[in-house]
């Protein structure tokens, strides 16, 4: 593994952002894990749903290209990209972490909740089986202000790159635009 990045995208409220886990591997393959409430074909989004078990949660694992251009070419979305520095064995359970939670979700699905079993909460308990002493914050729940908590934490992240994140600016289908090595051009191409 080369490389753990967070994503993040500002959706409904500017104080909610839905977080993503992207694992860069040496061959130029990367996978993103995005925790998401699963919606059955008759199922419309309900954000007060979300609190009272409407929706079950799933953990998806999609490479990146698919999910960036998802966001940005059909949702409109802007994404913002955070490289983490983990240490290779860090790296490497964190993406075992999701890998089981995946897997105890395919074997007893749990309901979503918008407060205990979100996007970033599922992101944090995984992180936590890392860095067991990392404490609770309220931008945990506040997950825009997620990066911000990150970088206050010190050296295991890039301070340098949070300070200024790079930016995934809203693209036109088909529109080729590269603003970090693992969102390559080629993922903008087929729109």
């Known amino acids: 593994m080369t490389s753990v990045d967070l994503l993040t995208s500002v959706w409904a409220s ?33 954000s007060l749903g979300a609190f009272f078990k409407k929706f079950e949660l799933i953990l998806i694992a999609v490479e990146e290209r698919d999910i960036v251009k998802l966001r940005t070419n059909y949702r409109r979305k802007n994404l913002y990209l955070f490289p983490l520095r983990l240490s290779p064995e860090q790296a490497r359970l964190l993406l075992v972490s999701y890998l089981e939670r995946g897997n105890q979700l395919a074997a007893k699905p749990e309901f979503y909740n918008t407060i205990t079993a979100n996007c970033t909460t599922v992101v944090f308990r995984l992180v936590r089986l890392v860095d067991t002493g990392l404490p609770y914050d309220w931008r945990v729940l506040a997950s825009r202000y997620l990066p911000s908590y990150l970088f206050e ?19 036109r289908p088909g529109q080729l635009y590269s603003p970090h090595p693992s969102i390559t051009p080629q993922v903008f191409a087929d729109s």
């Open 14 to 46: 500017p104080a909610i952002a839905h977080v993503l886990v992207s694992f860069g591997f040496a061959d130029g393959r990367r996978l993103v894990f995005s925790a998401e409430i699963r919606r059955e074909a008759d199922e419309v989004f309900s």
């Open 153 to 171: 934490l010190g050296p295991s992240i890039r301070q340098s790159l949070l300070a200024k994140p790079l930016k995934v600016r809203r693209l």
